[in-house]
Protein backbone atom coordinates (compact mmCIF):
# COMPACT_ATOMS: atom_id res chain seq x y z
CA UNK A 1 0.00 0.00 0.00
CA UNK A 2 0.75 3.40 -0.19
CA UNK A 3 3.44 4.83 2.16
CA UNK A 4 5.09 8.25 3.36
CA UNK A 5 8.32 8.52 5.57
CA UNK A 6 9.76 11.07 6.98
CA UNK A 7 12.02 11.54 10.33
CA UNK A 8 10.64 12.34 13.41
CA UNK A 9 12.73 14.84 14.83
CA UNK A 10 12.72 16.59 16.63
CA UNK A 11 15.11 18.68 14.75
CA UNK A 12 16.34 21.77 16.83
CA UNK A 13 17.22 25.15 14.63
CA UNK A 14 18.42 28.80 15.86
CA UNK A 15 16.27 31.42 14.30
CA UNK A 16 17.11 32.23 10.40
CA UNK A 17 18.66 29.10 10.42
CA UNK A 18 18.21 27.03 6.69
CA UNK A 19 15.69 24.36 7.76
CA UNK A 20 15.20 20.80 5.33
CA UNK A 21 12.42 17.93 6.26
CA UNK A 22 13.04 15.07 3.94
CA UNK A 23 10.04 13.04 3.17
CA UNK A 24 9.87 10.19 0.14
CA UNK A 25 6.75 8.24 -0.71
CA UNK A 26 5.73 4.80 -2.22
CA UNK A 27 2.66 4.79 -3.73
CA UNK A 28 1.45 3.68 -7.60
CA UNK A 29 0.89 5.64 -10.12
CA UNK A 30 1.21 9.72 -9.59
CA UNK A 31 -0.49 10.58 -6.22
CA UNK A 32 -0.89 14.30 -5.20
CA UNK A 33 1.43 15.23 -2.41
CA UNK A 34 1.11 17.38 0.89
CA UNK A 35 2.78 19.20 3.72
CA UNK A 36 0.29 19.64 6.49
CA UNK A 37 1.42 21.79 10.04
CA UNK A 38 0.27 20.91 13.25
CA UNK A 39 0.62 24.03 15.50
CA UNK A 40 0.79 23.44 19.43
CA UNK A 41 -2.76 22.87 20.75
CA UNK A 42 -4.61 22.58 16.91
CA UNK A 43 -5.49 20.58 14.15
CA UNK A 44 -3.38 20.42 11.20
CA UNK A 45 -3.43 22.69 8.24
CA UNK A 46 -2.69 22.62 4.89
CA UNK A 47 0.62 24.26 4.19
CA UNK A 48 1.43 23.76 0.20
CA UNK A 49 0.89 20.97 -2.35
CA UNK A 50 1.66 19.63 -5.68
CA UNK A 51 -0.35 17.46 -7.95
CA UNK A 52 2.09 16.52 -10.67
CA UNK A 53 5.43 15.73 -11.12
CA UNK A 54 8.21 19.14 -11.31
CA UNK A 55 5.44 21.04 -9.12
CA UNK A 56 6.67 23.30 -6.66
CA UNK A 57 4.04 24.12 -4.12
CA UNK A 58 4.69 27.04 -2.02
CA UNK A 59 3.46 29.13 1.05
CA UNK A 60 4.65 31.42 3.62
CA UNK A 61 8.57 30.91 2.54
CA UNK A 62 7.99 26.81 2.37
CA UNK A 63 8.61 25.56 -0.80
CA UNK A 64 8.75 21.75 -1.98
CA UNK A 65 9.07 20.10 -5.16
CA UNK A 66 7.80 16.90 -6.44
CA UNK A 67 10.49 14.64 -7.62
CA UNK A 68 9.25 11.53 -9.52
CA UNK A 69 12.63 10.30 -10.02
CA UNK A 70 13.31 10.09 -6.43
CA UNK A 71 10.10 9.61 -4.84
CA UNK A 72 10.33 12.79 -2.47
CA UNK A 73 8.79 15.97 -1.23
CA UNK A 74 11.23 17.39 0.47
CA UNK A 75 10.18 20.55 2.40
CA UNK A 76 12.62 23.33 2.72
CA UNK A 77 12.71 27.53 4.11
CA UNK A 78 16.03 29.55 3.60
CA UNK A 79 15.32 31.49 7.51
CA UNK A 80 13.04 30.16 9.98
CA UNK A 81 11.13 31.61 12.88
CA UNK A 82 10.35 30.92 16.03
CA UNK A 83 6.82 30.96 15.22
CA UNK A 84 7.33 27.93 12.45
CA UNK A 85 8.11 25.69 15.92
CA UNK A 86 5.36 23.10 15.22
CA UNK A 87 4.81 19.43 14.01
CA UNK A 88 5.56 18.87 9.95
CA UNK A 89 3.67 15.64 8.22
CA UNK A 90 4.39 14.62 4.57
CA UNK A 91 1.39 13.30 2.97
CA UNK A 92 -0.05 11.85 -0.22
CA UNK A 93 -3.62 11.08 -1.67
CA UNK A 94 -4.42 8.94 -4.89
CA UNK A 95 -4.48 7.17 -6.93
CA UNK A 96 -4.41 3.65 -5.94
CA UNK A 97 -6.38 4.81 -2.47
CA UNK A 98 -8.55 7.36 -3.88
CA UNK A 99 -8.31 10.73 -4.04
CA UNK A 100 -10.15 11.20 -0.42
CA UNK A 101 -7.95 9.06 1.72
CA UNK A 102 -4.78 10.52 2.51
CA UNK A 103 -1.65 8.98 3.84
CA UNK A 104 0.15 10.80 6.63
CA UNK A 105 3.53 10.32 7.67
CA UNK A 106 4.52 10.38 11.24
CA UNK A 107 5.59 14.12 11.56
CA UNK A 108 8.68 15.66 12.34
CA UNK A 109 8.94 18.14 15.35
CA UNK A 110 10.21 21.43 14.75
CA UNK A 111 11.46 23.50 17.51
CA UNK A 112 13.42 26.88 16.65
CA UNK A 113 15.05 28.64 18.81
CA UNK A 114 15.97 32.20 19.66
CA UNK B 1 -13.01 29.24 6.33
CA UNK B 2 -14.38 26.23 6.98
CA UNK B 3 -15.10 25.21 10.62
CA UNK B 4 -14.33 21.62 11.95
CA UNK B 5 -15.88 21.20 15.37
CA UNK B 6 -15.25 18.92 17.96
CA UNK B 7 -17.62 18.28 20.93
CA UNK B 8 -14.72 17.70 23.10
CA UNK B 9 -11.18 19.08 23.54
CA UNK B 10 -10.53 16.32 26.54
CA UNK B 11 -12.22 13.30 27.65
CA UNK B 12 -11.76 10.84 30.67
CA UNK B 13 -13.49 7.48 30.23
CA UNK B 14 -13.52 4.12 32.02
CA UNK B 15 -12.52 0.95 30.25
CA UNK B 16 -15.44 -0.91 29.06
CA UNK B 17 -17.76 2.40 28.76
CA UNK B 18 -19.38 3.48 25.38
CA UNK B 19 -17.66 6.58 24.15
CA UNK B 20 -19.15 9.07 21.36
CA UNK B 21 -16.82 11.63 19.53
CA UNK B 22 -18.47 13.72 17.59
CA UNK B 23 -17.27 16.22 14.93
CA UNK B 24 -19.66 18.83 12.78
CA UNK B 25 -18.56 21.27 9.96
CA UNK B 26 -20.31 23.61 8.56
CA UNK B 27 -19.05 23.56 4.97
CA UNK B 28 -21.44 21.17 3.12
CA UNK B 29 -18.48 18.71 2.57
CA UNK B 30 -19.06 15.14 1.27
CA UNK B 31 -16.42 13.62 3.07
CA UNK B 32 -15.74 13.12 6.83
CA UNK B 33 -13.00 10.96 8.35
CA UNK B 34 -11.47 10.11 11.71
CA UNK B 35 -7.75 9.78 12.59
CA UNK B 36 -6.21 8.91 15.60
CA UNK B 37 -2.77 10.83 16.00
CA UNK B 38 -0.07 8.28 18.34
CA UNK B 39 3.66 9.47 19.07
CA UNK B 40 5.74 7.56 16.53
CA UNK B 41 2.73 6.11 14.63
CA UNK B 42 1.35 9.77 13.18
CA UNK B 43 -2.06 9.87 11.85
CA UNK B 44 -3.50 6.56 10.95
CA UNK B 45 -6.93 6.76 9.55
CA UNK B 46 -10.08 4.78 11.38
CA UNK B 47 -13.06 5.29 9.24
CA UNK B 48 -14.42 7.98 6.47
CA UNK B 49 -17.56 8.88 5.01
CA UNK B 50 -18.36 9.93 1.34
CA UNK B 51 -21.95 10.57 1.89
CA UNK B 52 -24.85 10.43 4.34
CA UNK B 53 -24.97 6.66 6.25
CA UNK B 54 -22.10 5.66 3.95
CA UNK B 55 -18.78 4.45 5.49
CA UNK B 56 -15.93 2.72 4.19
CA UNK B 57 -12.88 1.22 7.15
CA UNK B 58 -9.74 3.15 6.80
CA UNK B 59 -6.52 1.44 8.16
CA UNK B 60 -7.45 0.71 11.53
CA UNK B 61 -10.74 0.44 12.56
CA UNK B 62 -10.84 -2.49 14.74
CA UNK B 63 -12.96 -1.36 18.14
CA UNK B 64 -14.41 1.09 16.63
CA UNK B 65 -17.70 2.23 14.59
CA UNK B 66 -19.21 5.52 13.05
CA UNK B 67 -22.62 6.97 12.23
CA UNK B 68 -23.57 9.39 9.53
CA UNK B 69 -26.98 10.80 10.07
CA UNK B 70 -26.46 14.25 8.89
CA UNK B 71 -24.28 15.26 6.00
CA UNK B 72 -22.73 17.72 8.30
CA UNK B 73 -22.23 15.26 11.35
CA UNK B 74 -20.02 12.33 11.89
CA UNK B 75 -19.62 10.52 15.03
CA UNK B 76 -17.15 7.60 16.36
CA UNK B 77 -18.40 5.26 18.50
CA UNK B 78 -15.64 3.21 20.44
CA UNK B 79 -18.35 0.49 21.86
CA UNK B 80 -16.16 -0.94 24.55
CA UNK B 81 -13.56 1.52 25.29
CA UNK B 82 -10.13 0.30 26.47
CA UNK B 83 -7.04 1.76 27.87
CA UNK B 84 -4.97 1.07 24.11
CA UNK B 85 -7.77 3.75 22.69
CA UNK B 86 -6.02 6.76 25.02
CA UNK B 87 -5.04 8.82 21.86
CA UNK B 88 -5.73 11.73 20.36
CA UNK B 89 -8.95 11.72 18.28
CA UNK B 90 -9.04 14.04 14.62
CA UNK B 91 -11.49 14.80 12.59
CA UNK B 92 -11.55 15.74 9.29
CA UNK B 93 -13.51 16.70 6.38
CA UNK B 94 -12.80 17.86 3.04
CA UNK B 95 -15.02 18.30 -0.76
CA UNK B 96 -11.71 17.27 -3.01
CA UNK B 97 -9.04 18.41 -1.06
CA UNK B 98 -7.74 19.54 1.27
CA UNK B 99 -8.22 18.03 4.34
CA UNK B 100 -9.89 20.85 6.89
CA UNK B 101 -8.85 19.30 10.58
CA UNK B 102 -11.07 19.57 13.96
CA UNK B 103 -8.72 20.71 17.12
CA UNK B 104 -8.84 17.27 17.99
CA UNK B 105 -9.92 15.48 21.03
CA UNK B 106 -7.62 13.84 23.62
CA UNK B 107 -9.36 10.65 24.95
CA UNK B 108 -7.88 9.03 28.23
CA UNK B 109 -9.08 5.73 29.07
CA UNK B 110 -8.53 4.93 32.76
Known amino acids: GDSVTQMEGPVTLSEEAFLTINCTYTATGYPSLFWYVQYPGEGLQLLLK?????DKGSNKGFEATYRKETTSFHLEKGSVQVSDSAVYFCALSGPSGGYQKVTFGIGTKLQVIP | DVKVTQSSRYLVKRTGEKVFLECVQD?????MFWYRQDPGLGLRLIYFSYDVKMKEKGDIPEGYSVSREKKERFSLILESASTNQTSMYLC?????????FGNGTRLTVT
Open chain 1, 50 to 54: ATKAD
Open chain 2, 92 to 100: ASSLASPLH
Open chain 2, 27 to 31: MDHEN
